[in-house]
């Protein structure tokens, strides 16, 4: 099975900031990678889909990046509503599709 | 709008049997690949079963191999994942979710929809 790590596991920043996200798989995934973010209660959401594509609806302050085994996911400013738990998850070599552990993102 | 809504969830023994089903409306329910992801308390996401549009294919983690079966009924647009041998490890909100091919390969893959998720308790 392909281990996803996420990094940092949590992430205190202020309204404004520039975020990002760390995602590493334990093997080569292509760009076959993809950000939800979820809100407390909340199901998940689908951010970016093929590492950095943008889905539909959602705010162009979200960005992904990478290929291989290296993503990033950035929030270029940070506004209240963004504050929640990103995953990413691979869809390379399923099943099982795998999803990194999460990255909390609190209000400092 | 294109909608996912789980029910069946509950407070179980160990031991016991649960029947999840997640109604599909919005959308051409056959043509797409659905999956069951679960979220245990405090924790992160786990994909636990998927199924093809047709219902010929069915994939499931090892954690629950040969006590879960996933299956659909098309012409009542529904999706169902029958839990049996339950554990207090399978204590977990579970979330229905809509396969999205965005691309003509099997690996691009994401879950584009999400259902607001039922809680399942296994506890004496």
């Known amino acids: 099975d392909i281990q996803m790590t996420q990094s940092p596991s949590s992430l205190s920043a202020s309204v404004g900031d520039r975020v990002t996200i760390t995602c590493r798989a334990s093997?080569?995934?292509?760009?076959?990678l993809n950000w939800y973010q979820q809100k407390p209660g909340k199901a998940p959401k689908l951010l970016i889909y093929a590492a950095s594509s943008l889905q539909s609806g959602v705010p162009s302050r979200f960005s992904g990046s990478g290929s291989g085994t290296d993503f990033t996911l950035t929030i270029s400013s940070l506004q209240p509503e963004d504050f929640a738990t990103y995953y990413c998850q691979q869809s390379y070599s399923t099943p099982p599709v795998t999803f990194g552990q999460g990255t909390r993102l609190e209000i400092k | 709008e294109v909608q996912l809504l789980e029910s069946g969830g509950g407070l179980v023994q160990p031991g016991g049997s649960l029947r999840l089903s997640c109604a599909a409306s919005g959308f051409t329910f056959s043509s797409y690949a659905m999956s069951w992801v679960r979220q245990a308390p405090g924790k992160g996401l786990e994909w636990v079963s998927a199924?093809?549009?047709?219902?010929?294919?069915?994939y499931y983690a090892d954690s629950v191999k040969g006590r879960f079966t996933i299956s659909r009924d098309n012409s009542k647009n529904t999706l169902y994942l029958q839990m049996n041998s339950l554990r207090a490890e399978d204590t977990a909100v579970y979330y229905c979710?809509?396969?999205?091919?965005?691309?003509?390969?099997?690996?691009?893959?994401?879950?584009?929809?999400w259902g607001q998720g039922t809680i399942v308790t296994v506890s004496s």
């Open positions: 093997q080569s995934i292509s760009s076959y």
């Open positions: 979710a809509k396969d999205w091919y965005y691309y003509d390969s099997s690996a691009s893959n994401a879950f584009d929809i």
């Open positions: 199924i093809s549009g047709s219902g010929g294919s069915t």
